[in-house]
């Protein structure tokens, strides 16, 4: 599978939430942690409900969380 064109910050953020875990994060958000691990790693696209749900976890906008990769 391609590289997703975007990078985030998702593996920070669960960091300074307490340690959140992948688990406890998909859980939040509806998804299953080889989900958010995949996402984390850039090897899978969220929906962009999924994206948002992620941003609301952790209180942050979407750009603070997820960043577009343009050609």
Do not use: C
């Amino acid at each position: 599978m391609a590289q997703a064109p975007f990078t985030n910050d998702i593996k920070t953020l669960r960091f300074l939430a307490g340690e959140m875990t992948q688990a406890d994060l998909g859980d939040k958000v509806g998804v299953t942690r080889q989900t958010i691990a995949a996402i984390e790693q850039g090897k899978y696209s969220p929906s962009l409900e999924v994206a948002f749900r992620i941003a609301h976890v952790f209180g942050k906008p979407l750009e603070d969380v997820f960043r577009w990769q343009a050609d």
